[in-house]
Structure formats: structure tokens, C-alpha cells
């Protein structure tokens, strides 16, 4: 249940529905099996998989929704050797070279009777909406993915006013200045061990782990001009994450004592009681450092939102 990663989203003016509208509305994008020729697929699924039927588990203004993302892997390789086969086969008995709208024809029919055949990954992407805080984090490797979920949320109700989280002061200066001067670091904030500097103009980008970023070697690149675009921290033992510069976080691990905290809770071996009960401390966990980051970056942007809405 515990979150790895969290692209963060402010909604505007966010829909007015109660839980069972939303599980209702859910129920009609639901995910189901991809169909023979389908390359790919998205809907909503349980969060607890098969020990639930629910689609939307909400406890003391917490939302967590799953998206269940069906593709079917058909490697280009493969494709391309049928193709060339059959083109060879054809330019042999007819004595000439086939054009370029040819071979695609091919490869179209080559495709559509192909992916009926190819293996399904299954991925399940969880959402976390705080409808008191407004805002929505989505469990996503990439922000690719993330704003796949975002779409399929709009399709499902209608209409969804919603902007990538925003600071007044970039992560990049902010985390630039922490590594520089200790002095400007929030005093229950500790550095990690991992830093991503990037270098003005095309000089590329140095990723270093496990190292002691107080160092002067680390220092001397600063002093250079390089910035920090990833950097690895710590929230007093609570929260540790890889902060990046468009204010996605990865890499999350959350402290022993929470993790202690859950485990200590008595759920009777019910698999729901025991994703309801590690969710709803996930996410007071992660509201509150949110919190706490947004401050240290000076306020959420003011700037009048960009909208998107369906």
C-alpha cells in the first residue's frame, strides 16, 4: 500500500460528490479484460485486488482510487522480422520492390493479427485525493503515467480542474541553496546521500549516490554553477524521499516508527482493515510533509491557474 512515488496535483474548484456518487461513477469506467485486438486498456479496479470489491476507499476525507493499466507487449523486433519476411516473400514472386505504403499495409495487418497473441502487463497506478487539502498524488513512476490516471478521473466525472503543483520558489534554487548554505536548511530537514547537479548550458548532468554532500567536492561543483535538480532528503526521521525539480517525489520511504505504528495495529488478519488502516496513516504522513515542503519552498504559487478541463 505504501507509496514509492507521488506527482502532486492542485484541484480547482474540485466536483462535489459524495462516496457513493464517486463509486458510481467509478463502477461506469471500470476496468475490464482487453479485447483481442486492443493494444491497450485503462480503468478503475479495487485498490485491495481481489480481497475487496470496492472501488474507492474513503476514511476522514482520504480518497484511494486504483487504476488498473492493461498493454499489450508486442516487441518492435518482432514485428519487424515478420514484415521484412512477407515483403521478401512478395517482392520473390513478383519480381519488384515494394513501396513504402506497401511494407505499412504489412505491417498493419502484421500488427492486428499479432496482438491477439502477445502477453498483457498489468499495472495498478493508486491515486490519493485529500479533499481537504485539495489536492491529488498519484503513485506513478513518471508523469506520463500520472496524467494518464488524470484523464481517465476526467473522463469519469465529466469535468476535473486540476494543475501540477506549484511553488513560489523553484525546487531547483531551493535545493540548491540547502546544499550551499546550511544556514538556509529548515531545521527538521536532513540531507541524504544521493544529488543530481546540472550544469549551465550543455555540460551535461553529474548523478552522484551514497556520498557525503557536505563535501567539498560537492561544493566546488556548486561553486561552479552547477544546480541541484534531484536531491535526496529526510524529514526528521518521518518521511525520505528524492525531492526533483519539477516537485515530483520518488524514491519514498517512510520512517520505521510509522511503519511500527501500523504493524502494532490490530486488523484481525482482514485484508481491508489492514489497507484502510496503512492508507489512512500514509496519508496523514504525507499531507503533513506536504505541508511542510510547500513552506520550506515559500508558498504555493499564486499564479493564476492553467485550466484543464474536459
Known amino acids: 500500500m505504501w507509496f514509492k512515488h507521488l506527482h502532486l496535483y492542485r484541484l480547482h474548484g474540485a466536483p462535489t460528490l459524495d462516496a457513493a456518487e464517486l463509486e458510481t461513477a467509478l463502477d461506469s469506467q471500470a476496468a475490464r479484460p482487453l479485447g483481442g485486438a486492443e493494444p491497450r486498456r485503462l480503468g478503475w479496479t479495487t485498490p485491495a485486488g481481489r480481497a475487496g470489491s470496492q472501488r474507492l476507499h474513503e476514511l476522514q476525507g482520504q480518497r484511494l482510487i486504483s487504476a488498473l493499466r492493461q498493454e499489450r507487449l508486442l516487441p518492435a523486433s518482432v514485428v519487424r522480422e515478420e514484415v521484412d519476411e512477407r515483403a521478401d516473400e512478395v517482392e520473390t514472386r513478383e519480381g519488384r520492390k515494394l513501396r513504402r505504403k506497401e511494407k505499412l499495409a504489412i505491417k498493419e495487418q502484421v500488427v492486428e493479427e499479432l496482438l491477439p497473441q502477445a502477453f498483457v502487463r498489468r499495472q495498478r497506478v493508486d491515486l490519493w485525493w485529500d479533499t481537504r487539502r485539495g489536492l491529488i498524488g498519484i503513485n506513478a513512476s513518471s508523469r506520463a503515467r500520472a496524467e494518464e490516471v488524470l484523464d481517465l478521473l476526467r473522463e469519469t466525472l465529466g469535468s476535473l480542474k486540476v494543475t501540477p503543483l506549484a511553488t513560489q520558489t523553484l525546487p531547483m534554487r531551493a535545493m540548491t541553496a540547502w546544499l550551499v548554505d546550511a544556514g538556509t536548511r529548515p531545521a527538521d530537514l536532513m540531507l541524504g546521500d544521493q544529488v543530481e547537479l546540472k550544469a549551465k548550458g550543455n555540460d551535461g ?33 518521518r518521511l525520505a524521499f528524492v525531492l526533483h525539480d519539477d516537485l515530483a517525489i520518488k524514491s519514498l520511504r517512510f520512517g520505521d516508527a510509522l511503519i511500527d505504528e501500523a504493524n502494532a495495529t490490530e486488523d484481525g488478519d482482514d485484508a481491508l482493515v489492514r489497507l484502510e488502516t496503512d492508507f489512512l496513516l500514509m496519508a496523514h504522513a504525507l499531507g503533513e510533509s506536504i505541508d511542510r515542503l510547500i513552506d520550506w519552498l515559500g508558498g504555493e504559487s499564486g499564479q493564476a491557474p492553467e485550466s484543464r478541463v474536459a
Open 205 to 237: 548532468v553529474l548523478r552522484a549516490r551514497q556520498v557525503d554532500l557536505g563535501s567539498e567536492e560537492i561544493q566546488q561543483l556548486l561553486a561552479s554553477g552547477r544546480q541541484a535538480s534531484k536531491l535526496a532528503l529526510e524529514i526528521e526521521g
